[in-house]
């Protein structure tokens, strides 16, 4: 197979300026860089960028981002808690917190040195003052804001501000790096899809108990009469209760609320819980719709498959039975949709892989699966590259189960195939009775003397066991043959010389019709002039220079077709080559 692709300079500008420039210049723009990761994968790429600038798809960033991930679950717990139920720092836990923000504060600064991915032209960027304007008018506020230590904020913020809590709530703004890791997670082949979407349910519910939970509890803990709460009308000086037991109690609150159970026993007491428990309850309903829809899209998306082919076997067993169809025609009706269920679902068909890619794509991976294979059926033998490169980036690769039909005797020569993998018996009705005559194996190819003949199938193509085939439409076929006559005359020739090799009568009465059908110049193959000469067929000669061939034709020897004639003894061949205007001194005459 040549060499299709080489190494050199591509002629493309980018809004106007010259790509070369652009490379001399070390900008983003550079051809290393114009291919995206693929969905959620990791990408192993080395991408060329300035030495200070770090790429997003570096693993070590990579690394670093889910650490702060596992960071923004902390914030996600401590934010809320702290806000409803700690009046100011204490010990470990201001001290976690203040250790937490120095890390996102870290981050902050690596920001203004990690490339981006342009929209518009998805190519990453690491222009620093690009990179740097980007996130300054964008998230850099809002990071920095939530940073600030709890301690400095109190200071700073006005009177009904200055609560301790109530500037962590910023920090909740760091849940967008959860969601992203979600939606990451969600397209990564890596992941099982169920479980990511379950978790992220998960989180969401307990996201919500939580801080619900601690709300409510505020609300109790700053009223006016301790008693005269939720909280207060079970415990008496509640305030001084352990706060574990205070915290359990809130949360038992929230799950009871949100399941609609309502026990009874906590319960608002005055007019503020009220108003709060009415957008927490139209708030739960939302939650709850929001909870149900997705699980049961996860049910349904993973039995949606299987109930239709359910129902796709039903249709098949009830129109068989309305038909009244043989019994060994129902068989093979449940048999192919059966697989076609299996193959679906493993991923085996690939052609149904292949056609939503690229054709360029399309065509290499064919190649890569089912050039070799190809290369060596006999019909195939001496044919350019060119040409087997394109036929096998048209076959189609199908499954067909045991004792299925893939081609009937006597029907229309539509297609032809290639055995991958698997057996096929060859079938042939004689008399009333099926006689096998022959089988075909892995890189044996059938239905071809029908299709390059135009004539009815000759046998009845029936599978052994499990096989994969490859079929290519005789049109397609046709088409791909005709733009270079010489492969027609190649292919030809050896159909010709197989059917002189098998010995069979009934094959050597197909021979003799083909070389009728040449030489009445009915054939649709592309054939050369040499091909008609070294065959001694003056009348399939004729038909192709009335045709227009060019007389002075010469085969990859460089023999002319005329050298053919003479060397042959073909005097008709001769003669009709000179009446067309064929040289005489031509290369090998003399």
């Known amino acids: 197979m040549p060499q299709r692709f080489t190494n050199g300079v591509l002629g493309v500008s980018v809004c106007g300026q010259d790509m070369g420039q652009l490379s001399r210049e070390g900008s983003q723009y550079s051809l290393s860089n114009a291919l995206l990761p693929s969905l959620g994968a990791r990408s192993n790429r080395r991408v060329k960028l300035r030495w200070f600038v770090i790429s997003p798809y570096d693993s070590r960033y990579r690394f670093w981002q ?12 401590v934010s809320p808690f702290e ?14 917190d ?8 870290v981050d902050i600064v690596m920001t203004f040195i990690v490339a981006f991915l342009d929209k518009t032209t998805y190519l990453l960027v690491d222009n620093p003052k690009q990179i740097a304007w980007r996130y300054v008018r964008t998230w850099f506020a809002l990071d920095v804001i939530s940073t600030i230590p709890s301690e ?26 959860v969601s992203s890791l979600f939606s990451r997670w969600e397209k990564d082949r890596d992941y099982n899809y169920f479980w990511v979407r379950c978790a992220k349910l998960i989180c969401v519910t307990l996201f919500a108990v939580h801080c619900a939970g601690c709300f409510y509890y505020l609300l109790a803990a700053r009223y006016h009469d301790p008693k005269n709460t939720w ?43 009220m108003i709060f428990d009415i957008f927490y309850m139209l708030f739960n309903l939302g939650l709850t719709a929001y909870l149900i829809g997705n699980m049961t899209n996860l049910v349904v998306h993973g039995t949606s498959r299987t109930r239709k082919f359910r129902d796709t076997i039903q249709a098949a067993s009830n129109f068989a039975q309305r038909h009244g169809l043989p019994t060994r025609l129902q068989e093979q009706m449940l048999a192919h949709l059966c697989l076609k269920f299996r193959t679906d679902s493993e991923g085996l068909q690939q052609h149904e892989t292949l056609d939503v890619l690229p054709k360029a794509i399309r065509s ?49 020569p539509t297609d032809f195939y290639i055995m991958v993998t698997g057996a096929v018996d060859l079938v042939v009705l004689r008399n009333g009775l099926e006689q096998v005559v022959g089988e075909a194996k892995a890189g ?16 009845t193509v029936r599978t052994k066991r499990l096989s994969q085939l490859l079929r290519l439409n005789r049109t397609v076929f046709l088409n791909i043959v005709q733009a270079n006559v010489g492969d027609g005359t190649i292919i030809m020739n050896n ?38 000469v070294s065959r001694g067929d003056d009348l399939l000669l004729h038909q192709l220079l009335k045709k227009g061939l060019d007389p002075n034709e010469s085969n990859d020897s460089g023999r002319s077709a005329l050298h053919i004639a003479a060397s042959k003894g073909s005097e008709n061949c001769v003669l009709l080559l000179l009446d067309y205007g064929a040289d005489p001194n031509s290369r090998g005459m003399f």
Request: charge should be neutral.
């Open 98 to 105: 203040n250790l937490v923000n120095g890390f996102f504060a």
């Open 444 to 459: 044996d190819i059938f239905g071809e003397i029908g299709v390059l003949c135009y004539r009815p199938q000759l046998f």
């Open 495 to 532: 159909l010709l010389q197989h059917l002189m090799d098998l010995k069979d009568p009934e094959m050597q009465v197909v021979l003799t019709e083909t070389e009728n059908m040449l030489a009445r110049g009915r054939m649709d193959l592309p054939l050369s002039l040499c091909f008609a």
């Open 83 to 96: 806000f409803g139920f700690l009046d100011g720092p204490r010990g470990l836990l201001a001290v976690t």
């Open 66 to 77: 889910n650490f702060l991930v596992g960071l923004v679950i902390y914030t996600a717990w």
């Open 231 to 273: 909280i207060g009308a079970s415990y008496n000086n509640f305030l001084q209760t352990s706060l574990w037991i205070r915290y359990v109690t809130s949360i038992y609150w929230s799950i009871t609320t949100l399941t609609t159970v309502g026990y009874g026993d906590l319960h608002a007491q005055n007019t503020r819980e």
């Open 364 to 412: 290499s991976i064919s190649h890569f699966l089912f050039y070799s294979l190809v290369d060596k059926v006999y019909l195939f033998r001496g044919v350019s590259n060119d040409l087997l490169f394109q036929l096998v980036s048209e076959m189609k690769a199908e499954y067909f189960p045991p004792k299925e039909d893939v081609i009937l005797q006597n029907e229309a």
């Open 152 to 177: 400095v904020a109190r200071r700073i913020l006005p009177s009904p501000m200055e609560s301790y809590g109530f500037f962590n709530m910023l920090r909740l703004w760091r849940l967008r790096r």
